[in-house]
C-alpha cells in the first residue's frame, strides 16, 4: 500500500466564539491510502486544545503511512495495525482511510462493514419506498456567542432550512448575554430543540444558580458547564441538576466514560478524541442501559472527517455534526447536513468525492 499526505486550509463562514477562544480557520491533513488502483481518505484537523498543530499531524501521519506500507492489503492493517501511542486524531484518521478503503474493495458502506444497525432507533426522517437505509441524524446546529439578535437571525434562518436542534454556545462574562442569546434564539426559532454548552466556563456555584434558569427557559441538556479535570464534580452536578449534563472535555478515553457511565446523563464522543469508529463503538457498548446516552460530536472539519461519525449517526440520542456546515467552503461532498440532517451513504466506503485539491506530499 502506498500513502500520501495533502494539507488544507480549512475557513470557517464566520468566526466562531466559544467561553475559552475564537476560531476562524483551522489546517485538515488528508490521509490517502493507495491499493491496487483504489484510494481510501482520511481527515484529521489541527486543535490547539488538543495539542495537535499542522507540523505535528504531518509528522504523525507520515509516520502511520510508513507504517501501513508495510502491509500487503489494507484488511489486515485494518485488523492487526498496532495502537501504539499516536494521537487518537491520528488513529481516527487512519482508521477512516482504511475503512474507505476496504469498503471500495468490498463494496460495502463503512456502516455496514461497522455493523451499524439503523433498526434500533426510530428514523429521524421519513424514508421513501427503495430508498437506502443508510443511517441518518437530525443534527444539532452551533450558534456561537454572538449578541442576541445576531443570534436570533441565525436561528430564524436555520429553522427556515430545515434545523429542529440549535446548540449554543455559552460562557460569555457576563452569563445575563448568555441567557438573553437563549431567550432570542426561543423566540426565533420557537419549535427548535435547545442544547447548551459553555464550554467549561462555569464554576459549581454558578452552575447551580443558572441551571434551573435555563430549564425555565426550554432548553434541552447542557454540555460540559464545568472546567474538565474533576469529573466527580462534574457527577455530583448532575446528581441536582434540573437538566441532563452531557460530558465532553471530561470523557475522552474509554475509562474517563467508564467512570462516569451511569452518573452523568450523556457523553459527548467525537472520534479525533476517542480515536475512531471502532473505539467509538466501544464507548456505545460501555454505556449501554447505563443510563448515560450517546450523543455524536465533531470538531469543525470537512465532510471528510465527519463522514465516518454520520455513519454511527443512528446510535446516538444527540448528534452534533455540523463541522462542515460551519466552513466558507467545503472541499468534499456526500452526507448532506445544510437542511439539518446528516446521511451517510450506501455507496462503497465513506460514500464521499473530493471537490478541489491542497498541497501534496508523499509519505
Known amino acids: 500500500m502506498k500513502a500520501t499526505l495533502r494539507t488544507v486550509r480549512l475557513t470557517l463562514a464566520e468566526p466562531l466564539r466559544i467561553s475559552r477562544s475564537t476560531m476562524s480557520a483551522r489546517d485538515a491533513v488528508w490521509l490517502t491510502v493507495e491499493h491496487e488502483g483504489l484510494t481510501g481518505h482520511g481527515e484529521a484537523v489541527t486543535s490547539v486544545y488538543y495539542g495537535l498543530n499542522t507540523t505535528e499531524l504531518e509528522r504523525q501521519l507520515y509516520e502511520a503511512g510508513l507504517a501501513l506500507s508495510r502491509f500487503g492489503d489494507p ?3 485494518l485488523r492487526d495495525r498496532p495502537a501504539g501511542d499516536r494521537p487518537p486524531a491520528v488513529t481516527a484518521a487512519v482508521e477512516a482511510a482504511l475503512l474507505d478503503l ?22 429521524t426522517t421519513p424514508t421513501p419506498p427503495g430508498a437506502p437505509s443508510a443511517p441518518s441524524a437530525r443534527t444539532a446546529r452551533t450558534i456561537g456567542i454572538v449578541p442576541a439578535e445576531r443570534a436570533a437571525a441565525q436561528a430564524r434562518s436555520l429553522a427556515d432550512s430545515g ?16 441567557l438573553d442569546r437563549i431567550r432570542a ?40 458547564p464545568l472546567a474538565p479535570g474533576d469529573p466527580e464534580a462534574l457527577a455530583r452536578l448532575a446528581e441536582r441538576s434540573p437538566l441532563p449534563l452531557i460530558a465532553d472535555e471530561d470523557a475522552v478515553t474509554y475509562e474517563d466514560v467508564r467512570r462516569l457511565a451511569g452518573r452523568v446523563h450523556g457523553v459527548n464522543v467525537k472520534l479525533a478524541k476517542c480515536g475512531g469508529p471502532y473505539a467509538a463503538l466501544r464507548i456505545a457498548e460501555l454505556i449501554e442501559g447505563s443510563g448515560t446516552e450517546l450523543m455524536l460530536g465533531c470538531l469543525t472539519a470537512s ?7 454520520v455513519h454511527l449517526a443512528d446510535r446516538a440520542r444527540w448528534a452534533d455534526l455540523d463541522g462542515h456546515l460551519l466552513l466558507a467552503d467545503d472541499p468534499w461532498t456526500g452526507i448532506g447536513g445544510a437542511n439539518g440532517v446528516v446521511r451517510a451513504s450506501d455507496l462503497p466506503g465513506l460514500g464521499v468525492r473530493e471537490r478541489r485539491v491542497g498541497r501534496e506530499d508523499a509519505a
Do not use: M
Not at 474493495?105 to 434500533?120: I, M, N, T
Not at 434545523?163 to 448568555?178: H, M
Not at 465532510?303 to 461519525?309: D, F, K, Q, R, Y
Open 75 to 77: 484488511e489486515s492493517a
Open 163 to 178: 434545523f429542529t436542534v440549535i446548540k449554543v454556545k455559552a460562557g460569555a462574562p457576563d452569563p445575563e448575554d448568555d
Open 303 to 309: 465532510t471528510l472527517g465527519l463522514a465516518p461519525a
Open 185 to 224: 434564539i426561543a423566540s426565533a426559532a420557537p419549535r427548535a430543540r435547545l442544547l447548551l454548552d459553555p464550554n467549561g466556563a462555569w464554576t459549581s456555584t454558578q452552575a447551580l444558580q443558572l441551571l434551573p434558569r435555563y430549564a425555565e427557559l426550554g432548553v434541552e441538556a447542557v454540555e460540559q
Open 102 to 123: 476496504c469498503g471500495k474493495r468490498s463494496g460495502d458502506p463503512v456502516h455496514q462493514l461497522l455493523d451499524a444497525k439503523s433498526a434500533r432507533t426510530a428514523p
